[in-house]
């Protein structure tokens, strides 16, 4: 079977956990399509997984209530074991790139990281990621009775769901005793949607240039619309915005339906973030921004002029 560890947050299955399931079904490998939930109170989100695999395992245990990269990785080894799986597939998040690497060692199988691309050639593995700052796609390979991969996030298209719904089946864990003990857990709330599960969003360059236009301009168009906001990492590093807006090759990879660049300049680095979007449009002073090689439409201007005056057609 082709295993893949669900990623979900707030009762609701992940984007990720989608484009897994993509993944998984182009990969070319054998075997049914099964999703591994883990967690505690996840009835609903094992509901929703089952409209997307042949089958759905549960794992539903009050010592899973928070996320711990030694139970997790316990949890699917055992379950790749007791199932004779031939592929792990992962989401390539912060905690999946955390955990995922202690799987492959449980199961002293070969691991492909941030997949972008998956095939198959015989009984082998191949998977494509990027290298040198996104510049260059490379081509590994494993082989192995078992391969673990971790799918980077925004690589494939979300899945849709399935003609009939996969069975599910409540499984039991052999659980080690944690040697980390979490104690506390702060979570920055917003009600803007997650830049992972947006089908627009909105993001600001150094080119805005101030935090309080961040505010006024990137912000505000992004409310307007309902859109996800995003960064730059030149802006994160100045302090203007948090880690967790930030895209590109050290962000968040993102492949929405509409990417509104507004004062990017476009360097590669946060070009291999987001240039799978869609339909990009951007706004810049600079006419000759390298984000208008890969825009499809663009406007040369200035950010404080032209932004107001869109916030206002999009509030009507």
Same mark, same amino acid.
């Given at each position: 079977?082709?295993?893949?560890?669900?990623?979900?947050a707030?009762?609701?299955?992940?984007?990720?956990?989608?484009e897994?399931?993509?993944?998984?079904?182009?990969?070319?490998?054998?075997?049914?399509?099964?999703l591994?939930?883990?967690?505690?109170?996840?009835?609903?989100?094992?509901?929703?997984?089952?409209?997307?695999?042949?089958?759905?395992?549960?794992?539903?245990?009050?010592?899973?209530?928070?996320?711990?990269?030694?139970?997790?990785?316990?949890?699917?080894?055992?379950? =790749?074991?007791?199932?004779?799986? $031939?592929?792990?597939?992962?989401?390539?998040?912060?905690?999946?790139?955390?955990?995922?690497?202690?799987?492959?060692?449980?199961?002293?199988?070969?691991?492909?990281?941030?997949?972008?691309?998956?095939?198959s $050639?015989?009984?082998?593995?191949?998977?494509?990621?990027?290298?040198?700052?996104? #510049?260059?796609?490379?081509?590994?390979?494993?082989?192995?009775?078992?391969?673990?991969?971790?799918?980077?996030?925004?690589?494939?298209?979300?899945? %849709? =769901?399935?003609?009939t719904?996969?069975?599910?089946?409540?499984?039991?864990?052999?659980?080690?005793?944690?040697?980390?003990?979490?104690?506390?857990?702060?979570?920055?709330?917003?009600?803007?949607?997650?830049?992972?599960?947006a089908?627009?969003i909105?993001?600001?360059? #150094?080119?805005?240039?101030?935090?309080?236009?961040?505010?006024?301009?990137?912000?505000?168009?992004?409310?307007?619309?309902?859109?996800?906001?995003?960064?730059?990492r030149?802006?994160?590093?100045?302090?203007?915005?948090?880690?967790?807006?930030?895209?590109? %090759?050290?962000?968040?990879?993102?492949?929405?339906?509409?990417?509104?660049?507004?004062?990017?300049?476009?360097?590669?680095?946060?070009?291999?973030?987001?240039?799978?979007?869609?339909?990009?449009?951007?706004?810049?002073?600079?006419?000759?921004?390298?984000?208008?090689?890969?825009?499809?439409?663009?406007?040369?201007?200035?950010?404080?002029?032209?932004?107001?005056?869109?916030?206002?057609?999009?509030?009507?």
């Open positions: 079977m082709i295993l893949i560890v669900a990623e979900h707030g009762g609701k299955l992940g984007k990720s956990t989608l897994m399931v993509t993944a998984a079904r182009e990969s070319g490998r054998e075997g049914p399509i099964t591994l939930v883990l967690g505690s109170g996840v009835a609903e989100v094992a509901n929703a997984s089952a409209a997307y695999a042949d089958q759905v395992l549960v794992a539903d245990l009050p010592e899973l209530a928070t996320y711990n990269a030694e139970l997790w990785a316990a949890a699917t080894a055992q379950i =790749a074991q007791e199932g004779e799986a $031939s592929t792990v597939m992962i989401g390539g998040s912060r905690s999946g790139r955390e955990y995922a690497p202690r799987v492959a060692v449980k199961l002293d199988a070969p691991y492909l990281e941030d997949a972008i691309r998956l095939t $050639s015989g009984s082998a593995l191949q998977a494509q990621r990027y290298t040198y700052l996104a #510049r260059v796609t490379e081509t590994v390979e494993a082989e192995g009775p078992v391969i673990v991969v971790t799918v980077k996030p925004g690589s494939f298209a979300p899945a %849709q =769901a399935a003609g719904a996969g069975e599910q089946y409540d499984v039991e864990l052999t659980l080690p005793t944690p040697r980390v003990e979490v104690t506390g857990k702060s979570v920055e709330k917003t009600s803007r949607v997650a830049l992972t599960e089908d627009v909105v993001t600001g360059g #150094r080119g805005v240039g101030s935090p309080e236009n961040f505010s006024a301009y990137v912000e505000g168009l992004a409310d307007a619309i309902g859109a996800g906001v995003g960064a730059t030149a802006v994160v590093d100045a302090g203007w915005r948090p880690y967790a807006e930030q895209v590109g %090759q050290t962000g968040k990879t993102v492949q929405p339906g509409a990417y509104i660049a507004l004062g990017v300049s476009g360097a590669v680095q946060h070009l291999s973030g987001m240039g799978k979007s869609k339909h990009i449009i951007a706004i810049n002073k600079d006419a000759e921004a390298p984000i208008f090689k890969v825009a499809d439409y663009g406007i040369v201007g200035d950010v404080n002029q032209i932004v107001p005056a869109l916030i206002a057609e999009a509030r009507k």
